[in-house]
């Protein structure tokens, strides 16, 4: 249950609602498991029913959120995705591993530091798991997501 | 076999040839089993030679193709995704699970509705496979795709 | 050990340095075994601490780098996928598949020619494994990519 109350702590440090409700039905999920994996859909920073972070990332007349704040972005998509896991496995503490994610981040033309943004899901990860929450990334800059949010992150993780 | 004719209407319904050959050799596969998984490559949506949506997606002077265009696109990706997994396995009721898809939209700067656009592969999944067709799925909008089509979807699909 | 000598063989042909380090710790890794999956995270045209491909990839003004560049770019992306993986198995002789690779390509706005670029990769799979190399792709053009890179590319390899 370790994972289980670091994921409150975090969410809690980032005003996170606990419990938010996990979605079911229709023609996709936000969550699914398939043997031995747990796929979770693309996360925007999203609380409740308004997106915190909605622009470019970057500098210059056309970004409206900077590095800092598309961190927190990416740690509140991190925080989505843990949620709605731990309502489809009961307990964080089924994840065994965490073999991919893949983070987009709205960028404007000339930022280069998706890297960086994608710390904030990778520090997310391992504040909950540990070593075992250590996992493969790929961060790349798009020209929008859904609802104009600043990032997008999709979660692959083995379960027991 | 129920999958196999709800994917013959869904084709008729969208003029989409039923058993387009699949291309064999290469260095890459536009479809390839491994273990209980089937990897679909992005499809994006050609109908024989022809790419049918060429062209960004959104409102504005950059814009050629609208939601509904867009949404008919992602549509074509799915069908001919269906068709190479049908060739694979020889019937879709082999198949039983669709963790994930990915959806990449070409998109003006100002067009965030790419969830609105994938909703026309989901959409068709159901159609063709009712609840075991529900997926994970993540949208983003891209600058541009292979031979500038307005949608590309890639899929994996867990087979018995 | 053919795919080893072959991998020495390609390295040598591009230049590229046998051996390079794995870099380990941290939050996230390069290259993760999951069961029979090896991941891993998505790699830019790297040499050394050196991009060597750094850019948008088309023609036009805004362009810096050109296709045959892009290939190339593609090709050593894949080099150093292949060198963080046999760090990570010993010998790149357990890689018994290559499910997915997704090749995102910095993109100018009319560059369409993504599949073009990501035959850099095949080829070099290709080249490595024969016909148990060959794999599914995604292709797309993007905005932007880490340090500017001209090409990112992260991979899925089934391990014995």
Do not use: C, N
């Amino acid at each position: 249950m370790q994972s289980d109350e670091a994921y409150a702590k975090l969410a809690m440090a980032h005003a996170f609602p606990l419990g938010e409700e996990i979605k079911i039905g229709g023609q996709y999920v936000p969550v699914l498991r398939d043997g031995p994996w747990l796929y979770v859909s693309g996360q925007i920073p999203r609380v409740g029913d308004q997106v915190q972070f909605v622009g470019a990332v970057g500098s210059g007349p056309d970004a409206v959120i900077d590095l800092a704040g598309a961190r927190r972005a990416a740690t509140l998509s991190t925080l989505r995705a843990l949620t709605l896991a731990k309502s489809a496995l009961g307990s964080l503490a089924a994840i065994r591993s965490v073999p991919r994610i893949s983070v987009f981040v709205r960028s404007t033309p000339d930022f280069t530091q998706q890297s960086e943004v994608a710390d904030g899901a990778s520090e997310a990860l391992y504040a909950v798991f540990g070593p075992r929450g250590v996992h493969t990334r790929t961060s790349v800059g798009v020209l929008q997501l859904p609802k104009g949010a600043a990032v997008e992150i999709d979660f692959v993780f083995g379960v027991e």
